[in-house]
């Protein structure tokens, strides 16, 4: 059974780092797309940033320059560096890993981020 588990979010005050990891179980991990979404209270989950498998990165506008998504394949890891955090950062963030070739889309649990003002 494939399992997505994000670590690493908590408290923190505006302008701090946090860094979100999520280890994914599916064999051949370097051929899924590995993205990072978030879903802020009463709003719809968004994308925050996305990185293929061959290492195209995407970022929402709201995030460039602040978040920084990377990959360790050898550790079927896909992490989310966020700096500069603001309080509208505050969000449930999903792993989430994407095989295109044979249609299979997995989804983490969640891990909540909140940042203070």
């Known amino acids: 059974q494939v399992q997505l588990v994000e670590s690493g979010g908590g408290l923190v005050q505006a302008g701090g780092s946090l860094r979100l990891s999520c280890v994914a179980s599916v064999s051949m991990f370097s051929l899924y797309a590995m993205g990072w979404f978030r879903q802020a209270p009463g709003k719809q989950r968004e994308l925050v940033a996305d990185?293929?498998?061959?290492?195209?990165?995407n970022y929402a506008d709201s995030v460039k320059g602040r978040f920084t998504i990377s990959r360790e394949n050898a550790k079927n890891t896909v992490y989310l560096q966020m700096n500069s955090l603001k309080p509208e950062d505050t969000a449930v963030y999903y792993c989430?890993?994407?095989?295109?070739?044979?249609?299979?889309?997995?989804w983490g649990q969640g891990t909540r981020v909140t940042v203070s003002s």
């Open positions: 989430n890993a994407e095989n295109f070739i044979l249609k299979q889309s997995y």
């Open positions: 990185m293929t498998s061959g290492g195209i990165i």
